[in-house]
């Protein structure tokens, strides 16, 4: 089962922010979060990761709390083509594990 | 760098059928996994392999599904026969041997959908 909550669903406006939110309350220390999404008819795409540091790159920003029991996806300036499906993951870093779905965050950006 | 490369795109077959996928991993990456996905739904790992060998097969349902990676390149899943709620759409995705993952995670192919009517 998928160790994470998210809301099913979230509408943003093209051009703004756009704020995912995860809760990972049962979150272990060697545990990272990874967040993923998915665009309709395509396999999902890797986004950023991190353990316990906030992240960014080219894509988004990984805010994780100070607790680590919740995280937030960030997405700077949102546009249509980052319509998709979030799915946020937690996992030891460690290539033998794999990754478990659970039916993530539908995100709608509207123009 | 090319991607995880998958075939067909598509397949519409009667139930009781069987039919079959294939899958073309990055080029070095060890590691290959099968998910199924169901409309709605996040996918969910089939079969790991680490090179030719199977790391976990606990959610594949042996009776009807099978999965091989001769070589440990490409690899192939069958059904054998299908139902009706095998309808989903099939991704492989691989990653590199290293033992922390790095910054890319897996890369996932677009996937095979199945359609059994």
């Known amino acids: 089962d998928a160790k994470t909550t998210q809301p099913p669903s979230m509408d943003c406006a093209e051009g703004r922010a756009a704020n995912l939110p995860c809760n990972h309350s049962?979150?272990?220390?060697?545990?990272?979060v990874y967040w993923y999404r998915q665009i309709h008819s395509q396999g999902p795409q890797y986004i950023i990761h991190?353990?316990?540091n906030n992240e960014t790159n080219e894509m988004a920003s990984l805010i994780i709390t100070e607790d680590r029991k919740s995280s937030t996806l960030i997405l700077p300036h949102a546009t249509l083509r980052d319509t998709a499906v979030y799915y946020c993951?937690?996992?030891?870093?460690?290539?033998?594990?794999?990754?478990?779905f659970g039916p993530g965050t539908r995100l709608s950006v509207l123009p | 760098e090319a991607g995880v490369a998958q075939s067909p795109r598509y397949k519409i077959i009667e139930k009781r059928q069987s039919v079959a996928f294939w899958c073309n991993p990055i080029s070095g990456h060890a590691t290959l996994y099968w998910y199924q996905q169901i409309l709605g739904q996040g996918p969910k790992l089939l079969i790991q392999?680490?090179?030719?060998?199977?790391?976990?097969d606990s959610q594949l349902p042996k009776d009807r599904f099978s999965a091989e990676r001769l070589k440990g390149v490409d690899s192939t899943l069958k059904i054998q026969p299908a139902k009706l709620e095998d309808s989903a759409v099939y991704l492989c995705?691989?990653?590199?041997?290293?033992?922390?993952?790095?910054?890319?995670?897996?890369?996932f192919g677009s996937g095979t959908r199945l359609t059994v009517v």
């Open positions: 392999f680490q090179n030719n060998g199977v790391v976990d």
């Open positions: 991190g353990l316990k």
């Open positions: 995705a691989s990653s590199p041997p290293y033992r922390i993952l790095t910054n890319y995670g897996y890369t």
């Open positions: 993951i937690v996992r030891v870093g460690d290539y033998g594990q794999n990754f478990v």
């Open positions: 049962t979150i272990s220390g060697n545990e990272y």
